[in-house]
């Protein structure tokens, strides 16, 4: 007979013969817990008394040899004993079943689970690392455009010292395009224009000789990078302020050098025989003209 701990869920095999009126409770071997028999127990222990007794008289009435009533009643037991292992492997318990397994198979159940575990901890970085790239290059598209509007702008904000740098590092390569980059920028009105807040022009001289001046002097970069050089403009004024001469002069330099400094020389020919002459040169921001 089975009986089910309420407390631990033991099941227990309990042999009905050990049971009588008596016997009033039952206690759990694992836990203690205490419950009551129930009158089912008691019932069947009456029937199988009874049906006990019946067979008992009649192996007396039946058999009159020890020997073959001895026979007849261990046929009776294993019969007993076969049905009682039936009737517990047709019922099935969790709890049973869980204190019967033995440590090799409790053994490969965890393993078995923690391998799963892994696997969905694996899988899940990797899906959230490609979410990541995805979302990586959709902003990486945004920046690469604004990183290029920014490079636009600076090198037409700073295309003239650009161009002082490239005359500077690639001095060669920069005068075959000088003009078309002049037109171009010329074309969405941004000229090309020497830092005249970094140059000086010193020692200018302009002497008369007949009916030409002749004129020198010195432009000084006062800066630590290279600058453009700029225009000349020469002008000659009589007395009465009449502008005699009026020309503007480009010199063969392309680029003054840092803390440096370039002399040009030119002579021009003057309409005027008279002497009292003034010449100016002033320096032209605008490097080239269309």
């Known amino acids: 007979m089975l009986e089910t701990c309420h407390s631990c869920g033991t099941v227990f095999d309990i042999d009905e013969n050990i049971l009588s009126k008596k016997i009033k409770w039952l206690r759990c071997g694992v836990c203690n817990e205490k419950w009551s028999v129930s009158s089912i127990l008691h019932k069947k222990f009456d029937k199988s008394a009874i049906k006990d007794k019946k067979k008992f ?4 009435v039946k058999f009159k040899n020890k020997s073959e009533q001895v026979k ?9 004993v076969e049905d009682k292992t039936k009737n517990i492997s047709t019922k099935k318990n969790s709890v049973l079943e869980q204190k019967n397994k033995s440590v090799s ?24 690392v490609i979410n990541n790239n995805s979302s990586t290059k959709k902003y990486l598209i945004p920046y690469i455009f604004l990183l290029i509007i920014i490079l636009l702008s ?5 295309r003239s ?8 590092y690639f001095p060669k390569y920069t005068k075959n395009y000088e003009y078309k980059l002049n037109e ?46 700029p225009r000349v403009k020469i002008l000659a004024v009589r007395e009465d302020r009449k502008i005699i001469l009026e ?4 010199l063969k330099d392309k680029i003054i050098f840092p803390l440096s400094e370039i002399k040009f020389s030119e002579m021009l020919e003057i309409q005027s025989k008279k002497e009292n002459i003034s010449v100016k ?5 605008k490097i080239y003209d269309l």
């Open 247 to 250: 020309k503007v002069i480009t």
């Open 72 to 80: 007849h009643e261990l046929a009776i037991i294993k019969s007993a």
């Open 161 to 168: 010292v650009f161009l002082s740098y490239s005359f500077l």
């Open 105 to 128: 198979e409790i053994a490969s159940e965890l393993s078995a689970s923690k391998v799963k575990k892994d696997d969905a901890v694996d899988v899940k970085p990797k899906n959230k």
């Open 184 to 229: 171009l920028f010329n074309y969405i009105k941004l000229p090309i224009l020497a830092d005249l807040n970094h140059l000086n022009m010193i020692n200018f001289v302009a002497t008369f000789q007949n009916e030409k001046v002749k004129f020198v002097g010195t432009i000084k970069n006062t800066s630590n990078r290279p600058i453009l050089v």
């Open 154 to 158: 600076a090198l037409l904000f700073f």
């Open 281 to 285: 040169a002033t320096l032209i921001k």
């Open 57 to 60: 008289a009649s192996t007396k």
